[in-house]
């Protein structure tokens, strides 16, 4: 804990070291303009949203939507903006175009050099790895809350009021039999089509993830021979398209944004960004701002509010028939705030504070390990030692009241001091998986690679005669 806090705090001042850069500075302003490192800094600043976005439904699930009644007044945080703390699905789409913009830089970088060849190869090693440095992690994740499942840890959140808490708490299983095949069910859930995984169910997206991915890179080697006039045209095409995907099967808008990310891509490798340098301290803010306000759609209720049922107007005129509102804006708002960061130095490097970068570089085992923790430490911490009550509940589904035997939530205070502490300890857990963890899911791959790549003891060829 301690070790925890220093370490934040030589971030923080470090941080007044960064800003130090003249915003009037044309060799500073061009460097941030190259300097891809920003993508890790929204890449953390979205994870820590995605946890908010937990603890609101959890604790404050009110706050999903944009007002508590129709045409009722809004409170603070169900106002756009303000309400981003609970909009999960805004900062998971942020994944999505960060996923597509990261694949596609290096690659896109080589083809424009004329290193195709290179940019062949590289694309066929990072499909590979990428599939299993997203497979261990969420394995190893899966089997640390399958434990805890089943020595009873999440017990308290069954039986707490908190909604996000008992409605993915899984119950222990009957026997040490059946739990194995609970846990071999949840982990060949995670990778199915349109399953689940019970145990962690953060994890819905990573096969979406793995998806987006290898959208990327088939898309790149199909494209990566073209000039990057007609590779953008290609790719604004297939932009297009996907809406169409989705209408089909129903994915959370994945081609969508990877096309995009693999777009901004293109654009930040372009001189555009440069040229329009003088241009940024209106047009970044107001991209980054309707950005912003496009992800504050809500997932539930959007008619209650008047700016909420307007993009239902103005999606039904613009694109009839189009699915999942709730994911289309905030989809396009997170595309829009990912433009006014590569148009704008000054947001790229404030997104690459060091303590950003700590953030991005812990996010994925943040995103990971959050939920076990709010499912056990939190829960425990908040609730025991306090007696069920019956309480009335709503069903969304079937739109009916029912009793329910839940444990009341605790006096304010109470979140007020456990809060904090249990952020500070989640921090450290996921701070110590990037460090001590994640390299062997490194070095896991790396010996699989070299398998299955041919290279585990390769002896080098003769020369060959050219007589």
């Not at 169900?78 to 900062?91: D, E, T, V």
């Not at 440095?133 to 640390?144: H, M, S």
């Not at 396009?332 to 590569?342: C, E, K």
């Not at 009335?392 to 035997?405: F, G, L, Q, R, T």
Request: net charge positive; aromatic share 14%; glycine share 6%.
């Amino acid at each position: 804990m301690a070790s925890t806090m220093t370490m934040i705090s030589d971030y923080a001042k470090k941080a007044e070291k960064v800003l130090k850069l003249s915003g009037g500075d044309e060799t500073a302003q061009a460097n941030a303009l190259r300097d891809s490192s920003w993508a890790d800094g929204l890449r953390g600043v979205s994870a820590v949203f995605v946890v908010t976005s937990h603890m609101v439904i959890a604790f404050g699930r009110y706050l999903t939507l944009p007002a508590s009644t129709e045409n009722g007044r809004p409170d603070l945080f169900q106002r756009p903006i303000l309400r981003l703390i609970s909009q999960g699905s805004a900062w998971v789409a942020f994944f999505f175009i960060l996923s597509g913009f990261v694949n596609a830089l290096k690659p896109m970088k080589l083809s424009r050099s004329g290193n195709v060849d290179t940019a062949l190869s590289n694309l066929a090693i990072s499909s590979f790895r990428r599939t299993f440095r997203l497979f261990l992690p969420g394995v190893a994740a899966t089997v640390i809350s399958w434990f805890l499942c089943q020595l009873g840890a999440y017990e308290t959140a069954r039986r707490s009021d908190a909604y996000w808490l008992y409605m993915n708490s899984p119950a222990q299983s009957s026997s040490w039999g059946t739990a194995v095949e609970d846990l071999l069910a949840a982990i060949w859930g995670t990778w199915r089509f349109r399953g689940e995984n019970p145990y962690d169910q953060p994890q819905w997206c990573m096969f979406w993830l793995l998806f987006g991915s290898m959208i990327v890179f088939m898309t790149l080697v199909a494209t990566v021979n073209l000039t990057p006039r007609y590779r953008v045209l290609i790719l604004t095409l297939l932009y297009f398209l996907s809406w169409d995907w989705t209408r089909l099967i129903g994915d959370p808008y994945i081609g969508m944004n990877v096309y995009a990310g693999m777009l901004l891509a293109e654009l930040s490798h372009s001189s555009y960004p440069a040229t329009l340098t003088r241009y940024t301290a209106i047009l970044s803010p107001f991209l980054c701002i309707l950005g912003l306000y496009l992800c504050s759609f809500p997932g539930s209720y959007p008619q209650n509010a008047a700016w909420s049922r307007n993009l239902i107007f103005l999606a039904a005129r613009l694109f009839p028939n189009l699915p999942q509102l709730e994911r289309f804006w905030p989809s396009i708002g997170a595309q829009l705030v990912t433009l006014s960061v590569i148009f704008s130095p000054h947001l790229r490097r404030l997104l690459s504070l060091r303590f950003l970068l700590w953030l991005g570089k812990i996010s994925f085992p943040l995103y990971l390990l959050h939920g076990t923790l709010m499912r056990s430490l939190l829960a425990w911490a908040l609730y025991t030692g306090r007696e069920p009550v019956e309480m009335e509940e709503w069903d969304d589904n079937a739109k009916v009241h029912y009793k329910a035997m839940r444990i009341p939530a605790p006096r304010p205070l109470v979140f007020v001091l456990v809060v904090p502490l249990w952020a500070l300890l989640v921090l450290a857990a996921t701070h110590a998986w990037a460090v001590k963890v994640e390299p062997w899911f490194g070095v896991i791959t790396k010996k699989c690679e070299d398998r299955m790549f041919g290279k585990e003891g390769r002896q080098i060829p003769l020369s060959v005669r050219k007589d």
